[in-house]
Each structure stands twice: as structure tokens, then as C-alpha cells.
């Protein structure tokens, strides 16, 4: 199987299996007193001060979450007390779920946020948080953040920041974007599922916890920290690939796709170099994956509720691409991506482009009474 | 695969043989939606059944999206048909539609040879093609209900059930291959209506089929109040009042009338020798003049003898006995065991 799904989850790096399960042979809790806990604590501790300089923040503003969705739902929940929320239309359900009622901020046909709009919306009312992604899952493109932190911060306003895609791929660095937040999730660095983190800005030194336990994680978080995972985590947090590469080897997969009849979706926007999204017109998105894996290829399309259909994708949709948002793949090179796969995938997809097209829509059925 | 044992076994068995199998489920209407439980998930347990089936089968698994489609082409047509005085069949909107039209289609995009379905049916070849016949087993056959299947789908389908005895020897099938659903119970009524009350379902998309209006007799006496005309079908003798009984006689619903919110009763005997048909479908090539066969107007009708002859805008059934045919049933014609053909039946020109 060629593995063209790294947004949905990077393959494991050999980095994390190794501090995991070093990780594995510490028995304890780093809530002990005694020596046990204190070698657990000490393990703990050294992956959040790594974590914590790698990103850009003090070690103390690192809240260890259960992955990228708590994190999110967390800095909605802390940060967005008394405040009215604005998200931007592309981001991840993650926060979308956790504002159901914020202020859809939006974007242009590349996917990048509307800032004038922000402006003119920050410039009155009362204080907000606003949601911004550093990078989107589907099509890659990149917003900016910097730009939207100095907009926030010059109204009185909060920015959170998921950069859960963006986190190995590009610079992230909570000083330099001037966000207030960051939401993390290791697996979509090469890490284990079942960790993530939530980056503070010094300011906010005490937040409102989602689950309030037994006051781990300074109260900001309760329950025992998943050390093992942890470990994982902060294994990976300095490895990158090599982006370039990345690069030359997606453009590659998309101008194959374009010979076929694709169209980039986000094209013209800065992009994470390992992401595409391939529109093929006529053509579902489901009936795209499914001949695409029964062909070994694996990519995804909009976003896969817990049935595993094919849903639209709302980040197309607010792209304003009406019906090729439901034609779209998402391509997304892992960053142990061969030559080799990226053969396969152009020759699978041509395949696919020219089968013939399932119409599943066919004449309306003559009206009862007739 | 829609997650029950019938497309388990049906895919178990032809994997068995060594066939490619690719399963296919439908997601047809949000579930949490149409249980009315809050939060609940959209997929039904059956989703979830049908992907262990795939998994224990070791197949490939896809969920397809078919809300949109089955909104419009099966709930929908089903309040209209309501609404337009019918009673319809929403099992053969759908496999008209997104079971047999659609998955055809997907089946060829994908590059599959065959659509395999749990029916009881069976398809034989014959010298013309592919032919379709009733199920070994009378008590479980569904050709009725696949009479709309076009003679290209029909090249395309297999059904590997519609030779078994019973509906124990496939639970035994299932249970020699390994399968949870083995002994999981049949699926009841209309898969939308899981509640049972149809009538809301309709009533929510087309709220003039349950407002209130008159039951009268065929001279058009007043002689009761009904409650919404979706509530009547043709031949229902149920929720008539007092009407129910006239100079000693059991009285029947023998027509709705949607633009007067009238139901008309009448006795038994108001029945009628000629049924007309509209979107007729052939599985052979209809003859110039009449055919003698036997229809069935209902889904576990007996067969009727008749002489059906083809027109262009449908077909025209001439009853030897008299019936009482329901307007948006379908009228199924067969020669022994093999459907020929069948038709929607129409409201009679008034």
C-alpha cells in the first residue's frame, strides 16, 4: 500500500517508538512523593521543556491534552469566557465543535482568511476570541497569523491558533506568530495518537480547566499525563523533513493530476509543501478514494464522519468551489515518502481519471401522480 | 451490505468461492435523526455491523453517502405519492434508484464485474440475457419488489441467496462462516420510518396529507371525518368510525381524493377488472399484443391470472376476476416463476 495520508495521522518516526518504549520500563505517577514518581516526574518534565523550546514557550505554559481536539476545545473553553468567538470557515471541526455559535470569519477562493473583514469586526463589540489555523488539513494553506495576532492584540482581542498540521512542516514559534495559543497533536508529527498539547502565551498563566481532576498539569488540566505518549511526543518535536523535497515530489503528484483533469484546489495560496487537494470535475470524492485504495493508494476526501461516509467538505464549500467540493481528494505526503509512491500515485490516478464515470445521479424518477 | 445477515452471507458466500468482494453500505438518512435521540450518531448500529462483517469476511469496506439521493428520490417520493392520494412502495423507489441505478453505475466506475445483492430473487441466464425469477423459498421471495430493475442492471447483478430453502438455512450459512449477525433479527417495515409512525414522516414533509377532511360514499354523502388522507390506503377498512359500517355491510376505502381531502368508502364488492399502469418496465421484449400472465398487485399478493398489453405510455391489466387495486402499488406480471415486467398502478381517470 503506498500511504498518501499523512494529515490524517504521520507513519510512527522510529524516534518516538524508541522513547516510548523506554518510557514503558518507569513504573510510576509524577503526581509521588516518592523516588518511583520522581523519576516518572523527571521524564515528564524533560519532554515539556523540550516541547516548550521547540515552540517557542516557557515550560510552564505547556498543558499536556489527550491530542489536537482537546486542545482546541480547550482554548475555546478557557480563552473564550465572556469573550465572543470568531473562527475562521475553514477551520478543523475540532473548533467548530467547540463554538457552534462563533462568528464565521471568511475566506477567499485560496482558503486564506478575510482580514479586512476581522478588522472591521475587531474594531467593534466586545472583546473576542478569534480561531485561526496556522495551516488547513485539506489544502494546505497557510494563514496569516502573524497578521491576524497584531490585528487581535491591537483591538483587546485573543487568538488561538490550531497548528496542529502545521507543527514539523513549518516554522511554529508562539513568540514570533504573537498568538495567545497553539493547540499540538503528535501523531500529525510522526508521534503517537493520544497526546497532544495546548502552547500558552505568559499572560495566560491560569485558565479555566475542561477537566479538573485531581489538578494535574497546574489545574489546567486533571488526570494522570499519559507519559509513555508523552515521551513519544517530545522525541518528535525537532524532526522535520525535508520540506523542499516535500515539495518537488507533491508538485509532481499535482501536475500528474492536472494532466488528468484535475484542478488544485487552494493552488494559488502558501501552501504546506506535503499537502494537495485534487478536484477531479464529475467525479465523487468517495467513488475517488475508494478506486484510488482498491487500486493501493490510500488518500482521504473531505472530512469522514464516525460512518466513514464521505461527507462534503466545508472548507471547499467555503472556498466557494459549490460542486467540486465534493470531488475533491486530499493528497498528503508522509515525511518518510518515496519516488516510488509518488510513481504509483500518478499511474493510479490516470487509471482512475479514465474509468468510466459512476453517474450517481441519474434522471429524476416521474413524480407520484403522473 | 446494509449490516443484517442476508448481504453478510451474501458477500460471506462469494468470497468463499474466491471472489473479489467489495462491500458496500448505504448511508441512507441520518439515524440519530430519524430515532429522534439527541446526540446520537448519525450511523445506525447496522453501519457498524456491516463493517465487522467486512472485517471478519477480511473485504475491503466503503460507506457511501446516500442521504441526498434517498431524501429526494424514496422519502420524498414517498409523502408526494401520499399526498397525490397513492400508496407507495418506498422499497422499490430505492432500489430503483440509489440500490440499482447508483451502485450499478459505481460498480462499473470502480471497475467490478457484478453487483451482488442479499435479494431473494433469482437471476437466470437465459437466451436472451439474463432473466429474473421468484425465490426458491415463497415465504422470503422479493421479486415484487425488484420488478423495476432494468435489463442492463439485471446483466450486472448477482443474488446469491435466491436459491436457498429458508431463511434458517442462510442463519446457519452465516453461523458456519463465522458472522455476528447470524442470528441478528430481520429488519422491520420502512427503514426510514423506525419508529413506525409513518404518517408523521409524512405529515413533516407534506402537512396537507394529514389535515383533516371527509369520508364519503361514492354518491358523495357525508358519512364521517377522517384525519388526513396518508392515513388511508385503498381496501383499509381501519380508522373508519362509524362509517365503517353501512345498511349492514363492511365498508372499504376505495379511493383517496387529495384535492378534496375526500376518502371514499364503499363495500367489498366495488372492485374493478382493469388496472392501468404507468412507468412499466420489461424484462422481455414486450409483445405487439396482449400477454397472458399472472400480476400480483400487492407485495405478498396471490398471483391473479390476466392479460396485460403494452401501451406507450405504460400498459393496461385486464383482471379475469375483479380486484381492488391500491394507486401507487405496483402491478408485477409473471409466467410461472419469472417476472416479466410491472408497472406502478395508476389513480383510475375520474
Redesign the interface.
Known sequence: MVYLDANASEPLRPEAKAAMAAAFEVTGNPSSVHAAGRAVRRLLEDARERIAARFGVRDQDVVFTSGGTEADALAVHALGLDRRIIVCATEHDAVRAAAPCAAVLPVDRRGVADLDALRGWLASGPPALVCLMLANNETGTIQPVAEAAALCRAHGAQLHVDAVQAAGRIAVDRAALGCHSIALSAHKMGGPAGVGALLLSPELSTIVPLIAGGGQERGRRGGTPALPAIAGFAAVCELGADQARLAALRDRAEAAAVRHGAVVCGGGASRLANTTSLALPGVRADAQVIALDLDGIAVSAGAACSSGKVQTSHVLTAMGLGALSGQAIRVSLPWNVTDDAIDAFEAAYARMAARPRPALVPPPLVPAGA | MSGGVDSSVAAGLLHEQGHEV?GVTL?LYDHGAATGRKGA???GQD?HDA?RVADRLGI?H????AEE?FA??VIA?FA??Y????T?VPCI?CN??VKF??LT??A????AERLATGHYVRRVDGPDGAELHRAVDPERDQSWFLFATTREQLERCLFPLGGMPDKRTVRLEAARLGLAVAEKPDSQDICFVPSGSYAEVVGRLRPDALEPGDIVTRDGAVVGRHDGVARFTVGQSKRLGAAAMAGGERQMVVATEPGTRRVVVGPRRVSTFEVRL??VNWLVSPAAGPVRCAVRLRARDMPRPAVVEARDDGAVVLLDEPALPAP?QACVFYDGDRVLGGGFIT?PAT
Do not use: H, T
Not at chain 2, 466503503?62 to 453517502?65: K, L, N, R
Open positions: 467489495i448511508q450518531c448519525c450511523a453501519i463493517r475491503a466503503y460507506v457511501i453517502d439521493r429526494r428520490a417520493d408526494d405519492s399526498a397525490a392520494g397513492e407507495p423507489r430503483q434508484s441505478a447508483d453505475a459505481l462499473a466506475g470502480l471497475g404507468r412507468e401507487g389513480r
